[in-house]
T-cell receptor, first 115, second 111 residues
């Protein structure tokens, strides 16, 4: 078990460009979460999936943000028409709902810089 | 909003026990207490969780008061590598609800 992985680890893009991040959860984990973290703040929840179903997406910051988990394994988070305010660390976490505590395990994050 | 209150910062001497407090006076009966930590520029790391009994694992101990309105995370022998921001979170796990992070406690372990 290699843990949660995220790709890329760092992304620098120009304002107005689209970016896509990938998250590979721990194998067999059926829940997958996306969070965003800005400097000096705790992570902020964006959306989550149970298998391939997106159960909560009202916290996505705007309609420029979208996420998919097409086969219930890896997930992608896309930001269209990036703005400087999108600069942040994007974190992915996974969990297994069979565990009593349903604890979430985080990846290393993707740091986005919009210039 | 986070349902917990933590001191913004604490210092601890290397080799001593670090005791990190957390208040969660509005915790519901089905909510657990979780602790995570985040070392600079890394993703949060799960430490421990509990419902009402004290818990211990290889990383830490969690002491929850009988009324469940507060808890303490104990790192028995703090090392420099324990310097991090520690988050206390309450959550009902069976619903798959996301974690709601506050600002946490910045623990500095000093040599």
């Amino acid at each position: 078990d290699t843990g949660v992985s995220q790709d890329p680890r760092h992304k620098i893009t120009k304002r107005g460009q689209n970016v896509t991040f990938r998250c590979d959860p721990i194998s067999e984990h059926n829940r997958l979460y996306w969070y965003r973290q800005t400097l000096g703040q705790g992570p902020e929840f964006l959306t989550y999936f149970q298998n391939e179903a997106q159960l909560e997406k009202s916290r996505l910051l705007s309609d420029r943000f979208s996420a998919e988990r097409p086969k219930g394994s890896f997930s992608t988070l896309e930001i269209q028409r990036t703005e400087q305010g999108d600069s942040a660390m994007y974190l992915c976490a996974s969990s297994l709902d069979r565990l009593a505590g349903n604890e979430q395990y985080f990846g290393p994050g993707t740091r986005l810089t919009v210039t | 909003d986070a349902k917990t209150t933590q001191p913004p910062s604490m210092d601890c001497a290397e080799g001593r026990a670090a005791n990190l407090p957390c208040n969660h006076s509005t915790i519901s009966g089905n909510e657990y207490v979780y602790w995570y930590r985040q070392i600079h520029s890394q993703g949060p790391q799960y430490i421990i969780h509990g419902l009402k009994n004290n818990e211990t694992n290889e990383m830490a101990s969690l002491i929850i008061t009988e009324d469940r309105k507060s808890s303490t995370l104990i790192l028995p022998h703090a090392t420099l590598r324990d310097t991090a921001v520690y988050y206390c979170i309450v959550r009902a796990p069976l619903l798959g609800t996301p974690l709601v992070f506050g600002k946490g406690t910045r623990l500095s372990v000093i040599a």
